[in-house]
């Protein structure tokens, strides 16, 4: 017979074995548990590295390109005002080399910066003023000369006949002490659209001045006569 201490005893040795068995898988599943953590752990602060050097390239290589877009836009802006102003000056030379007066007039009457030498030698130079009228500066000191024009430009920017017969009532001459001056109008467009009129000023004093001693000369040999 077996006795049940020897019955117990070989329970708790089995116990015992089992027990040990299981720690040892434990212990092997939480070693390899950990191995895979540090694993995951390494592949991700890798992953997250990579990731932030390409994103840190990607911004590095952005503003490159933005630095030199701006550099590029200031050197199209220099070359682009640099042409205005050589358009400028060059416009300005045709003006002068014209002889005569040239000013252009917005729609609203008033007169526009650029303008040729003689205008500013028969009229005085710019007054500085950005709603000069057209009728102030050619009738200064002739308020039914100024009214007529006014009146006349109101109908010539409304462009509602054609701009001749409209012209036609505008101011023709216009003086400067002893100096007699002639007027015309032309159109200006501006992309297609009828934006300015170009007040032309010539100096018709000796012409005048010629008619003048011709009337007197004939009426002069008529008395005789």
Request: aromatic content about 6%; hydrophobic content about 40%.
């Amino acid at each position: 017979p077996v006795s049940w201490e020897a019955v117990i005893a070989d329970l708790v040795k089995a116990n015992e074995a089992r027990l040990n068995q299981q720690v040892v898988a434990t212990d092997s599943i939480d070693r390899s548990s950990r191995r895979l953590l540090y694993g995951v752990s390494g592949l991700a602060a890798l992953l997250a590295l990579t990731l932030g050097t390409i994103v840190f390239r990607g911004i590095r290589r952005n503003m490159t390109e933005v630095m030199n877009l701006a550099e590029n836009l200031e050197g199209l802006v220099a070359q682009r005002t640099k042409a205005l102003e050589q358009r400028e000056r060059a416009m300005q030379l045709v003006l002068d080399s014209t002889g005569e007066g040239l000013l252009s007039v917005d729609l609203q009457g008033r007169v526009q910066p650029e303008r040729s030498k003689a205008v500013d030698a028969w009229f005085g130079p710019p007054s500085g003023d950005a709603n000069e009228q057209l009728a102030q500066l050619l009738f200064p000191d002739d308020p039914k000369g100024r009214l007529h024009c006014e009146n006349a430009f109101a109908q010539l920017a409304e462009d509602f006949l054609p701009f001749d017969i409209n012209a036609d009532q505008m101011p023709r001459r216009t003086a400067r002490g002893d100096r007699h001056l002639a007027l015309s109008y032309r159109q200006v467009f501006e992309d297609g659209v009828f934006s300015k009129i170009l007040v032309i000023v010539s100096d018709i004093t000796e012409r005048i001045e010629s008619e003048r001693a011709e009337r007197e000369a004939k009426e002069q040999q008529a008395v005789i006569t």
